[in-house]
């Protein structure tokens, strides 16, 4: 028995297909069947401290779900800029959740992997008469780029900064008509149905120098936006980032910021355990303890690091000690994380 929202995706594509062959090109208004209010409750809810960029998600997803946007480039086109572990491929990872309900439905090109000039055959495929031009075959996944006619598909170009210019000047075809043809010939990308991000982690460490100088916060956002802006013009060329819709950059994870990112990771932890049929409360002491050893320059991701190293070896522990236990507490003892079983009534 289909699913009511397969029903509704069908008859959907139906009928823009329909649309198309009376030439009436394809239908636009509200064809997403994403609701713009849930996806943000759920990056809201998993990302912390990238309010602004959040807010410009937003933005972009009502362009994209009103259908106004070019017909003739992808739906979008975004730059995100920041440290490691801030939030960037979260949030694209938390964008396919919502919208396909697997948190890896996206196309993942690592830019890291084509440092060199030649390697702009790898993304393109080999041109023909060379081996593999007649199989097509690239790193791009055709069906994760197209979507759906009611689902966006969804592109990550991860650590732009490493990819050599041939290959970002290859993406400029993408950026401008939305099409990439592959280099055989026989074979064009479709990106029009396509959310593209970039990530890079240009002009970080610029920024992070200014995160310690000891002026007004605003002064040091401001400051700190242009050492990144003035980066980024120095590695890409301006016909490149002309063509971005939006070049978004995120914040550190430190400070204040580290709490609520440990509440984030714990309540992952929690819920992994409650489906074992086990309860884990965690003191204060012990968030705290974790909070006052983060690395900054890890951002989140020291957080997750610590709790992989820190706590849950105590909880396996625990477990293993006592399988038949239910509820446990996690306290520190001497700097180090120790698990007591909770009295039940
Ligand atoms: N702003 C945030 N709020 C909550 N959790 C975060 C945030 N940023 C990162 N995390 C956590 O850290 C992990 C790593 O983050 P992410 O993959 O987004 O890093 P990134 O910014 O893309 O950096 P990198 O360039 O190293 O890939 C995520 O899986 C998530 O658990």
Known sequence: MPFVNELI????TQIAQASDRAGQGPISASRFLFDVEAVMALLRSRIIGQDAVLGEIEAML???????????????????LGPTGVGKTEIVRLLAQAIHGKPDAFCRI???????????????????????????????????????????????????????????????NVLDSGRLTLAAGNRTLDFRNALVFMTSNIGARQAARWERWPIPRTGRSALRSRSVRQALHRHFDSEFLNRLDRTLQFDSIQGDRLMPVLDVELSKLTQRLLRQGVQLQV???????????????????????QLRTRLEPAVADALLRDPEGRAWRALLHDDAIRLEPVARD
């Open 9 to 12: 995706e069908h008859n959907r």
């Open 62 to 80: 009502r362009v994209v779900k009103a259908g106004i946007g070019d017909p003739e480039r992808p739906l979008t086109v975004n730059l995100f």
């Open 110 to 172: 690592d830019m890291n992997t084509l440092a060199q000039e030649h390697y702009a055959a790898a993304l393109t495929g080999a041109p023909p008469g060379y081996v593999g031009s007649k199989e097509g075959t690239t790193l791009f996944d055709a069906e994760a780029i197209a979507g759906s006619f009611s689902r966006p598909g969804i592109v990550l170009f991860d650590e732009l900064e490493k990819a050599s210019r041939e290959v970002v000047r290859s993406l400029l």
């Open 283 to 305: 003191d204060s002491a012990v968030k705290q303890a974790i909070c006052r050893t983060h690395d900054p320059r890890f951002g989140a991701r020291d957080v997750a690091r």
